[in-house]
């Protein structure tokens, strides 16, 4: 559904519920999109509370219900979650690092009604995926899952977070993912919010790193169509090296629905950190939330957008691009998306592709995601 400009009488019911059931996590990825004083959320809605929310989110028009975190296997009632929502008619989508699945689980989150599991990897060797997640287990674990998952009769679907530091090894990855009959593989580099952006010198790749992935994804999909194999790769480049904004979320409010795991509603996983204040679904109905709040009407429509985006024949297509990325570059969130060549803000971009040609910080410099440096940068 494009977003039309259209009033809160005239906009469209929420289609996409994104339940971030916590903020643990046992892995500490340095790209990670939760905020960063995260550890200062501590509060997490009940079964009851979640239950509640799939309910009134079914009852506006929601059709899609995806579980994250964090980790939302941390939660030990995600099966009685899952199959809540499955009962109210939602498809179901769990996005997860696979750290603490088993087979067990697995098998109870199908019994469930679970129709989609989705494994993160960091890198396709154990020593810079470990490195990267925390954990000296992680690679292995997330191996045995990944089979797991597809023995228990689930499309493989399997997500790489790309960046400066395992991206020239893409071919390896993909090599791994076909090795694993992987269905679906997503290659996303880093989009630059939360601890991503904290370390964006040290995670954004060079011009001529993505265009070497882009190469060697481009002659997979060839040789993989030869051979008859059904995996499809799916390539994500950054922003950074856009001169169009993306139209984020589909338009602020329009079709995504995102509630923390202490219940606040946002309009996307991380509007958190923008001047705005939220509302939270303790305290309100998400018929409310979604029509009637401030936060949720912030940006709808054209009449918040400053020039260039106010005049531009490409409005209708981008919303000005994305807020979070606006506010975070320019400290004003009614900026047009820095991104965007027309942006008088756009020679900041400019200047971080610049440093991504410069050496950064190895991966051992980075600042991990996890409480003690959550509450250090913070001061929370
Ligand atoms: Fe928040 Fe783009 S990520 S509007």
Not at 240 to 247: A, S, V
Request: proline share 5%; glycine share 8%; net charge negative.
């Amino acid at each position: 559904m494009l977003n039309t400009g259209s009033t809160s009488a005239e906009q469209g019911p929420p289609l996409w519920l994104l339940a971030e059931l916590t903020y643990r996590c046992p892995l500490q990825c340095p790209y990670c999109s939760n905020p960063l004083e995260f550890a200062n959320h501590k509060g997490e809605l009940s079964t009851a509370q979640w239950v509640d929310v799939f309910t009134q989110a079914r009852a506006l028009g929601a059709a899609q219900l995806g579980f994250s975190g964090g980790e939302p296997l941390v939660r030990e009632d995600l099966a009685e979650l899952i199959g809540a929502a499955r009962e109210l008619g939602f498809y179901t989508n769990l996005i997860t690092s696979g750290m603490g699945l088993t087979e067990a689980k697995i098998e109870a989150f199908r019994e469930a009604g679970l129709d989609h599991i989705q494994i993160s990897f960091q890198a396709s060797d154990a020593e810079i995926n470990n490195m990267l997640a925390g954990s000296r287990k992680a690679f292995e674990q997330k191996l045995a899952m990944a089979r797991a998952v597809k023995a228990a009769g689930y499309p493989m679907v399997l997500n790489f977070v790309t960046h400066r530091h395992n991206i020239d090894q893409i071919d390896r990855i993909i090599e791994l993912c076909v090795a694993l009959e992987a269905d679906f593989v997503e290659l996303a580099t880093c989009q630059y919010y939360g601890w991503a952006h904290l370390n964006r010198a040290g995670l954004l790749p060079t011009k001529a790193q993505l265009d070497h992935a882009e190469q060697v994804t481009n002659q997979w999909r060839e040789k993989l169509a030869e051979q008859g194999n059904p995996c499809k790769l799916i390539l994500v480049t950054p922003d950074y090296y856009e001169e169009r904004p993306k139209g984020c979320m589909n338009g602020w409010g329009n079709i995504f629905l995102t509630i923390t795991p202490d219940g606040t509603a946002l309009p996307c996983h991380s509007a958190r950190q923008l001047p705005v204040s939220f509302p939270s679904v303790t305290e309100h109905s998400l018929s409310h939330i979604w029509y009637d709040s401030f936060g949720f009407n912030r940006f709808r429509g054209y009449d918040w957008m400053s020039e260039p985006c106010r005049s531009c024949d490409e409005k209708e297509k981008d919303f000005g691009g994305c807020r979070c990325q606006a506010y975070l570059l320019t400290g004003d969130a009614t900026q047009a998306d820095p991104v965007c060549s027309k942006s008088p803000h756009h020679h900041k971009i400019l200047q971080a592709r610049a440093e991504a040609e410069q050496p950064q910080p190895g991966i051992e410099e980075l600042t991990f995601r996890n409480e003690r440096t959550s509450r250090i940068i913070c001061k929370v």
